[in-house]
């Protein structure tokens, strides 16, 4: 183990690895989208923004996302910045991608300290030091969980010339065995941290960044982190940040929502990436009357909501320019809710989607197929009731059992884990796959089943005439919906289903 010697300065570069165009990591279901839709690499930057606040540390964030970056000019630029910690995120299906560029760049720069980050190596720390050895890469260690106070104290560490190793919240390989330091404590001064849009600013290109349900050019804000809800196949909450929602207090948030107005005049949306934003609706009341107060309502906000918001707090969202909510429905049966945990009741969405359609929140609508004891009519009755609801849009998409979820354990113990090949997770084209099999019920059968929802969700004539109305209406709103259909068209037009 190289030791390096104390210095004045050092650069902690951080690395959203190249793999698939447009592929995003930080997604609950990593994948190139079916919309278009890129995410930011949002919590690799909050840790970045996190190192930039040790004194002697200069930091550089690399996102090979969009699709311009090689491997080779990756590893390039982290030997220009002479790079003593380097950073990676990964995930369960570019896993064996990102282990390679991190071990390239480890034999590129041997005294840089080269570790790994997210949730697939977070649960899966003995697997991946396992197939690190078996491969013959080199790797200095994986960051186990939430990794922004573990990134500060190794650049202060490695800056002082002294032992890394120890730090919380590491996993090593030494003579052969694996070492763990613990988990780190959890971030509760959220506002110590500088805002991830200075980071988004200085090092990433903003309109490469889209969702179709937001406004565009857009940003991704979090304002806390942890989701008090468990719902069985949730990977975050499981394996990185708790059940606990830690949250930056309401004025630190608007605080950000300023700087985007006054620093990126030309962002027009805001994504809130809280699991569920509207956790806390005390907070989320403040929060918005901060915003009207202080004038912060000329961006259109989205967020993560649970189909539980109160008219009250709707009514307070509206005035302060929120627009949209991104909702995990998952499924139109009863039963299969109660057994994926989610802890939603039937009637109560329908109540929440009739309040917010009065209210003016438009609602992105997330479904998903093959849940635990899933049949043909189950699914029938979830898109059903997908098109029942008054909502925007919606997603349609197999069940992905990642690795440290109550849902991967289950398929696992029951011998209907599909593959342990995690580059399985994805098609050749990086789209969901369900790698799970369940009695009756095929993977062809729950993704064909989701193309035939979504032919039949978007190309209803009153879905068209809405959007086209929109498009005509609003300029931001035509261009955020011609960049999304120019995507989803062609899945729309390829007919697998029945």
């Avoid at 109560?348 to 917010?356: L, Y």
Wanted: proline residues 4%.
């Amino acid at each position: 183990m190289i030791q390096v010697a104390a210095t004045d300065a050092i650069n902690a570069t951080f690395i959203n690895p190249p793999f698939m165009r447009r592929f995003s990591r930080e997604s609950r279901s990593p994948s190139v989208t079916k919309s278009n839709t890129l995410y930011y690499p949002h919590f690799l930057c909050y840790a970045a923004a996190a190192a930039s606040t040790v004194e002697g540390v200069t930091i550089d964030v690399i996102d090979g996302s969009p699709g311009e970056l090689t491997f080779e000019e990756v590893v390039e630029r982290t030997c220009k910045n002479d790079a003593r910690l380097v950073v990676l995120d990964t995930s369960t299906p570019s896993i064996y991608s990102d282990l390679k560029l991190a071990s390239e760049i480890k034999a590129a720069q041997p005294e840089a300290v080269v570790c790994v980050a997210g949730p697939h190596v977070t649960a899966t720390i003995d697997d991946t030091f396992a197939y690190i050895r078996e491969n013959g890469l080199q790797l200095d260690a994986i960051l186990d969980g939430e990794y922004d106070h573990t990134v500060q104290e190794m650049s202060r560490r490695i800056m002082a010339g002294e032992e890394w190793r120890d730090v919380k919240g590491l996993a090593y390989a030494r003579n052969g065995e694996v070492v763990s330091t613990g988990k780190s404590e959890p971030i509760h001064d959220f506002d110590a941290i500088p805002f991830v849009t200075k980071i988004y600013n200085q090092f990433l290109n903003i309109p490469d960044y889209f969702m179709a349900h937001t406004k565009t050019p857009m940003v991704t804000v979090i304002t806390g982190r942890g989701c008090p809800y468990r719902c069985s196949f949730c990977q975050l909450p499981q394996v990185m940040y708790g059940h606990k929602y830690r949250t930056r207090s309401p004025e630190n948030v608007v605080d950000e929502f300023e700087y985007i107005e006054t620093h990126l005049p030309y962002v027009k949306g805001v994504m809130i990436e809280d699991d569920t934003f509207t956790a806390d609706q005390a907070r989320v009341r403040e929060i918005c009357r901060l915003m009207v107060e202080r004038g912060v309502t000329n961006l259109e906000y989205t967020c993560n909501a649970r189909a539980d918001v109160k008219l009250e707090t709707l009514e307070a969202m509206k005035q302060a320019n929120f627009k949209m909510f991104c909702v995990g429905f998952e499924s139109g049966d009863q039963d299969i809710l109660n057994k994926m945990r989610k802890g939603t009741k039937m009637v109560r969405i329908q109540d929440f989607v009739s309040n917010a359609a009065d209210v003016g929140i438009h609602i992105h609508g997330c479904f998903m197929y093959g849940n635990k004891f899933e049949t043909r009519d189950t699914m029938e009755r979830t898109l059903d009731f997908a098109l029942s609801l008054d909502i925007d849009s919606a997603q349609f998409y197999p069940i992905m059992v990642s690795p440290g979820t109550y849902d991967y354990d289950f398929y696992k113990a029951e011998g209907l884990l599909r593959t342990e090949n995690f580059s399985e997770w994805n098609d050749g084209e990086g789209q969901h796959r369900s790698t799970v099999e369940r009695p009756g019920l095929s993977n062809k059968e729950i993704e064909d089943f989701c193309d035939l929802s979504r032919r039949r969700f978007y190309l209803r004539p009153r879905y068209v005439f809405n959007k086209v109305r929109e498009s005509l209406t609003d300029v931001q709103h035509f261009q955020k919906n011609l960049r999304g259909f120019s995507v989803l068209a062609k899945h729309l037009i390829t007919r697998k289903g029945a």
